[in-house]
RNA sequence: AGCGGGGUGGGGUAGCUAGGAAAUCCCGACGGGCUCAUAACCCGUAGAUCGAUGGUUCAAAUCCAUUCCCCGCUACCA
């Protein structure tokens, strides 16, 4: 097994930091095949880079008053800076900025022009005069067509939803300077894919082992026909288009970041001074693309595309996408504050807990969910519990004893553990080829549990008392049957699997570990204590939900909406208004001196024109709403569980969804969930009840 | 609204593409074992109408239809 195998990462665009879920969605799979292929004694070539044009770059930059340059030289060094504190070593981490990227798509440009596959065509586009530059379609506002509402953007209106196109706005105007657009006739080449649509559909039917969510994807967007798509775009950060008549266009981002993979390992060969190991590399036929889900289109259709129009360069083997990471069921979001950036959540974990506990949440095949708490269960539990403490409690009990682990024939025991750890090994090796590497993770778990199980069943301190001297066999054993953990699981956790490695052996790993593992080796163990910590997390638990009987004291129609109703409704001390979104379900006389359950610490917000100042809770079923209620006094206090509230400060609607409200099995409680428990809220010491029977289980809102 | 993903024991999940005897794993609860180890590890028990309804089938968590609910995306930005 010599295969040349060339892996790429999706570029990571330079202006903002990295956070968990890009490393989750497309660079830690891709190191772990990086590693995985190596270990097996393929040659590899790993190329990623920055990724650092585009009109985002050049409007941020204007915000910042700084140039471009600037914050692209930041996020660049700051990208490789970030992928290496989590181990993440690239052979090559270019960027798009630079010259010989620039010639290197200008050739492929000219090459797809010489070849039939371009083309100009005259095109309609905003334009500000006072600018002086044309106007992407959400740069332009005006006065949406079908509603009148008068600040409708060019690409969609926000009042009435409508999907716009420039021309159709009255009135249009320049969303930067507010001055009148105008529409003028411009020039833009165009990439002629439909040309090759029926190449790629046959070439994406063919692709039967790839993911369903990347070939499905893939074929159903090219279903209603592979489009010609602009390629030049009338900016000023970009790649310069170099064809007669175009000048001052530049090449569209995304068809120039493409040819990225190919213009940065041209680099790496160049420095490497072995000019044609790029050329040589991608012979092998074996190219593998890691990205995360919104990337599918440009890898999977149009980058094979280009590589079929100018027939230099194979097609991927692989394109391989994740889904989503959230967090705590949230998307990702830097201006939310919702979730880690890699640098801040390295401050809280270590690089190798943070890798396993990615590794076994990928997104592969539906988004998943990061936590803090199940981070620390995971790292505490699978990796620390079971796996850590194994090679702990094997060395220092063989050092601890004084026992020179050698080899010797085994007996039933170790005979049953070496055909497990075979097997095992035989169906890890399966799913790391078809990157199912939550399944290796999965596979791996459970042989720790069959040494440990084995180690149980041994007893080498019975052998101690006993004197007897198949002990040292037996350790002899254990510790390779710790070698074969530690093997597998390097790929997902480099640095652990390489102290661990060196506490058995006083050596480096081998580069081809693999191989070892037949060899009846001799150890040389070193108790150096835990090669693992467990973490610690302050766990976010308490009550945090100020909830209190309220009765309604009035209520109406809401002015100005079709479907809110206005309540006053009194606490015991003071009285609020509230608006709700249950008019379809109740009348008004029935709600009048009613009890209900009022969440009193959300953030206030203007609804329609009423400030709402807390929310009631109601069960939603397929039936409608159903109010949560009481028969205690107004203003008695509702408790989770045993939890008061015991937070500070008002709260916002995603804050409330932590506790995942939902009715019980019966459909007759409300129910919270505080940490790990799903509790009943109680009022002075009785249950607070959902006023009819609703489905089980239903959300409360 | 459109597109995409999902609803599986108390919490989190696997399984669904190729339907099949007891539904996986982690945490939690309960009981036991062990004492080498990081209060760790090992074994066992309880706990799931696999969102709902209907259909196909000898057989459905898995396929089809309908429906309810949740989440994400919906910038010719990249």
Redesign the pocket.
């Known amino acids: 097994m010599n295969r040349k195998v060339v892996i790429n990462c999706a570029l990571p665009?330079a202006n903002g930091p990295l956070h968990i879920g890009h490393i989750a969605g497309a660079y830690l799979s891709g190191d772990i095949f990086n590693r995985y292929q190596r270990m097996i004694g393929n040659e590899v070539m790993f190329i990623c880079g920055s990724?650092e044009?585009?009109?985002?770059?050049s409007?941020q930059a204007e915000k910042e008053k700084v140039s471009p340059k600037e914050i692209v030289e930041k996020y660049h060094r700051e990208h490789r800076k970030t992928m290496e504190s989590i181990d993440i070593f690239f052979d090559y981490f270019g960027r798009t900025t630079d010259p010989e990227h620039s010639e290197f798509v200008e050739d492929f440009f000219r090459d797809l022009e010489k070849s039939g596959y371009l083309e100009k065509r005259k095109?309609i586009?905003a334009y500000c005069p006072n600018e002086g530059r044309f106007?992407?379609?959400?740069?332009?506002n005006g006065t949406c067509p079908r509603c009148g509402y008068e600040n409708a953007?060019?690409?969609?209106c926000d009042e009435c939803?409508r999907?716009n196109?420039?021309q159709d706005l009255i009135n249009p105007r320049c969303a930067i300077c507010g001055s009148p657009a105008e529409f003028r006739e411009t020039d833009h080449v165009f990439f002629l894919a439909s040309k090759l649509e029926g190449r790629i559909r046959e070439w994406l039917e063919g692709k039967k082992e790839w993911?369903?969510?990347v070939r499905?994807?893939s074929l159903?967007m090219i279903q209603g026909g592979l489009k010609d798509?602009?390629i030049t775009?009338d900016?000023d950060w970009?790649v310069p288009a170099p064809m007669e008549g175009m000048e001052g266009k530049r090449i569209?981002?995304?068809f120039?970041?493409l040819l990225g993979y190919l213009s940065f390992a041209r680099k790496y060969s160049r420095e490497k001074g072995e000019s044609d190991y790029w050329l040589n590399m991608y012979s092998g036929g074996h190219t593998f693309y890691f990205l995360g889900?919104?990337?599918i289109?440009?890898h999977a259709i149009l980058l094979p595309a280009m590589h079929m129009a100018s027939g230099k360069y194979p097609l991927p083997e692989r394109v391989d996408a994740n889904?989503?990471l959230?967090f705590n069921?949230?998307?990702f979001?830097k201006s939310r504050g919702i979730g880690y950036s890699v640098d801040d959540i390295l401050k809280i974990v270590d690089k190798d807990s943070l890798r396993f506990y990615l590794s076994s949440?990928l997104p592969?095949?539906?988004?998943?969910?990061f936590?803090l708490?199940?981070m620390k269960?995971?790292v505490?539990?699978?990796?620390?519990?079971?796996?850590?403490?194994?090679?702990?409690?094997?060395i220092?009990?063989a050092e601890?004893?004084g026992i020179h682990p050698e080899y010797g024939e085994g007996d039933d025991l170790d005979s049953t553990l070496e055909a497990g750890l075979t097997k095992f090994l035989s169906s890890y090796l399966e799913a790391m080829e078809r990157l199912?590497f939550?399944?290796a993770i999965?596979l791996w778990?459970?042989a720790?549990?069959?040494v440990?199980?084995y180690?149980?069943?041994a007893?080498?301190?019975?052998m101690?008392?006993n004197h007897d001297p198949k002990v040292s066999a037996r350790i002899w054993h254990s510790l390779k049957a710790i070698e074969y953990l530690t093997v597998t699981i390097y790929p997902f956790v480099p640095s652990g699997a390489e102290r661990v490695w060196d506490s058995l052996h006083g050596v480096n790993m081998p580069d081809l570990p693999l191989k070892h593992l037949e060899e009846v080796c001799t150890f040389s163990i070193r108790n150096t204590?835990?090669?693992?910590?467990?973490i610690e997390i302050e766990e976010e638990e308490g009550n945090e939900l100020n909830l209190v009987v309220g009765k309604i004291i009035m209520a109406e129609n809401h002015p100005n909406a079709d479907s809110l109703l206005h309540l006053k409704v009194d606490l015991g001390f003071n009285v609020i208004d509230l608006v709700a979104g249950i008019k379809k379900y109740y009348d008004l006389k029935d709600l009048e001196g009613k009890k209900i359950i009022v969440v009193k610490n959300l953030k206030h917000s203007k609804i329609r024109g009423i400030e709402s100042q807390g929310m009631l809770l109601a069960a939603?079923?397929?039936r409608g709403a159903h109010l949560l209620t009481s028969d205690e006094k107004e203003g008695t206090e509702v408790l989770i569980g045993e939890h008061r509230y015991s937070g500070e400060g008002k709260i916002s609607i995603?804050d409330l969804?932590r506790y995942?409200l939902?009715a019980d099995?019966e459909g007759l409680y409300p129910?919270a969930?505080i940490g790990?428990?799903?509790l009943y809220m109680t009022a002075n010491g009785k249950r607070v009840y959902i006023d009819e029977k609703v489905?089980?289980?239903?959300?409360i809102?």
Not at 695 to 699: D, I, M, T, V
């Open positions: 665009y990724d044009y585009g009109t985002p770059i409007i095109m586009s106007l992407p379609d959400r740069y332009v953007r060019g690409d969609q939803g999907t196109d420039p993911r369903e969510n499905s994807f159903n798509r602009a775009r900016i970009g569209y981002v995304w120039e970041a889900k919104d990337n289109f440009f889904e989503y959230r069921g949230q998307k979001s949440i592969e095949s539906s988004d998943s969910d936590t708490n199940e269960e995971k505490n539990s699978e990796l620390n519990g079971k796996y850590g403490n194994l090679v702990n409690r094997v220092s009990f601890g004893k199912e939550r399944r999965s778990l459970e720790v549990k069959s440990n199980s180690f149980n069943d007893k080498p301190w019975d101690v008392k204590g835990p090669v693992f910590k467990k939603q079923d397929s995603d969804k995942d939902k099995n129910t969930v790990r428990d799903r489905e089980g289980k239903s959300q809102r």
